[in-house]
């Protein structure tokens, strides 16, 4: 029987555009060689700002980039946070970012998501107690719970913004994989002085050229430059040149369209998975992005369900390090992206399987 993984959030090794990343290094190399393998400005290749700039329709002195998007919530962190310092996320939220903010001692309150996004009365009322440094949301295909904030509570949370004064940081890595249904504006078109806006080419090249951005205020950016440039002096310029050259050859528009072709039956293969073998799951029915979650039967716990799992093969990630503040101990989360549609559904049929029996053997539990 073969192991099926939902534990990563991976895009799919067929996805990467290898040949053309090839076809672009070559080129680079010899137009642009000694501008990339030299040190330069900790921002990025200036390059790449500049087509990042035009692509997001905003001047190039409001981007910043780094070895992927993560360290740029860590450069936030090394510039803003103090031990004590208090940030709101939502919760569940990605937890890797969540890690970061407990490195540098951040107190961090969860405000619950709802499958349309962040609960607006229990931030109304955590922002009532205090203001936090930043609150952190991923407002499109949300890892780990696969929802998205609706239009209304986008503006609600930029009028909150606003009238508390709190900076907003947006992670939107999965934005541009949208499988279906309508785009919501980001928080940084509604309010770009309110907003730090990030994104990457993880899940649109691969995570192997370590790119991610930030939009954002100068002044702000100028710090995490600063913050940047005592960190490794500039980022891997090798890989932002190749990853600007593709970029600039207008293939980024035709690989989002086969992300999509290529990840669209793996959602649907997914939604309807948990339709044929968990009809009456509580789980979230996303439009695009890489996870669907579900919360499990009241009683069942997703680490029985996790053992049991184990042994039919199939790998599932543990639920409680998405929580800023504990619970989670029914949280599923299913990263769908990597796997084929036929794993996929293997997978959720072993998950029911593993919820049914754990069910009916309480001593498992
Ligand atoms: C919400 C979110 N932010 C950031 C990252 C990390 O992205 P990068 O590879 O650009 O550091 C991920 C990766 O899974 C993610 O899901």
Redo the contacts with the bound molecule.
């Keep these: 029987m073969e192991t099926i993984n939902f534990t990563r959030?991976v895009p799919a090794n067929e996805s990467f555009p290898t040949a053309e990343l090839i076809d672009a290094s070559t080129a680079v190399f010899k137009s642009h060689g000694n501008q990339m393998l030299q040190y330069g400005p900790s921002r990025g290749f200036e390059p790449l700002r500049q087509w990042l700039a035009e692509w997001q329709h905003v001047d190039v002195d409001r981007v910043i980039t780094a070895n992927?998007?993560?360290?740029l919530i860590e450069f936030l962190c090394l510039h803003m946070i103090k031990p004590g310092d208090l940030v709101f996320t939502e919760s569940p939220s990605?937890d890797?970012?969540l890690g970061l903010l407990r490195r540098h001692g951040a107190r961090v309150v969860g405000i619950e998501m709802e499958p349309d996004g962040p609960n607006i009365d229990a931030l109304e009322s955590a922002l009532k107690k205090a203001v936090p440094k930043f609150f952190y949301l991923?407002p499109d295909f949300q890892?780990p719970a696969g929802a998205t904030c609706s239009g209304p509570k986008r503006r609600q949370i930029v009028e909150l913004a606003q009238k508390y004064g709190v900076l907003l940081v947006e992670?939107a890595?999965?934005r541009m994989l949208r499988y279906r249904g309508k785009e919501e504006p980001t928080l940084y078109e509604m309010a770009p002085d309110r907003t730090l806006h990030?994104s990457?080419f993880?899940k649109l090249i691969a995570?192997g050229v370590?790119c991610?951005f930030m939009l954002g205020d100068p002044a702000t950016l100028g710090k995490l430059a600063k913050v940047a440039e005592d960190t490794y002096i500039s980022p891997g310029y090798v890989a932002q040149a190749i990853t600007w050259e593709w970029c600039r050859r207008g293939l980024l528009p035709p690989q989002i369209e086969r992300l999509k072709t290529l990840y669209a039956p793996r959602l649907d293969a997914c939604l309807g998975g948990i339709e044929k073998y968990m009809p009456d799951a509580k789980a979230t029915k996303p439009d695009g992005g890489f996870f669907i979650s579900l919360t499990l039967p009241e009683g069942v716990s997703t680490t029985a369900v996790r053992a049991q799992a184990a042994g039919k093969g199939l790998n599932l990630a543990d639920g409680l390090a998405f929580f800023p503040e504990g619970g989670g101990d029914r949280f599923v989360r299913l990263p769908f992206c990597a796997l084929s549609p036929a794993e996929i559904d293997a997978g959720v049929r072993r998950l029911a399987e593993s919820v049914k029996e754990t069910q009916s053997a309480p001593a498992a539990r």
């Design positions: 959030g992927g998007s993560l360290q990605y890797r970012t991923i890892n992670d890595p999965y990030m990457s993880t995570p370590r991610g």
